[in-house]
């Protein structure tokens, strides 16, 4: 699978951004799609991830300001960021990873995703 992420950007605190990431290639059998984000400094983290059955789980630093939103007709997954702020600061990577025997709740971490964007900058200024 590859995945090609667009719409990162400059925007002042307060303001939103839209991330979208398009899939292809063998696209059957994905389970889980998300966002992960790296700041300078600091380790990948997950930001919002969606399962092929509609759950979906967001960090709690992202909670009420992100939105995402996955289409499996289109294969693109993409995130809908209001409120912005400084700290949401990072380069943004959309992923994708197949069923694995790991339960929902695990999705949260970058090991279990085999497919990554390219990675897209956003940058929240003060």
């Known amino acids: 699978v590859q995945l090609q992420a667009s719409g990162g950007g400059l925007v002042q605190a307060g303001g939103s951004l839209r991330l979208s990431c398009a899939a292809s290639?063998?696209?059957?059998?994905?389970?889980?799609m998300g966002w992960f984000r790296q700041a300078p400094g600091k380790e990948r983290e997950f930001a919002a991830i969606?399962?092929?059955?509609?759950?979906?789980r967001y960090a709690d630093s992202v909670k009420g300001r992100f939105t995402i939103s996955r289409d499996d007709v289109q294969n693109t997954v993409s995130l809908q960021m209001n409120n912005l702020k400084p700290e949401d600061t990072a380069v943004y990577y959309c992923?994708?990873?197949?069923?694995?025997?790991?339960?929902?709740?695990?999705?949260?971490?970058?090991?279990?995703?085999?497919?990554w964007g390219q990675g897209t900058q956003v940058t929240v200024s003060s």
């Open positions: 290639g063998r696209t059957f059998g994905i389970y889980a």
């Open positions: 969606v399962s092929s059955g509609g759950t979906i």
């Open positions: 992923a994708a990873g197949k069923r694995t025997q790991y339960t929902w709740t695990a999705y949260i971490r970058p090991s279990l995703y085999d497919s």
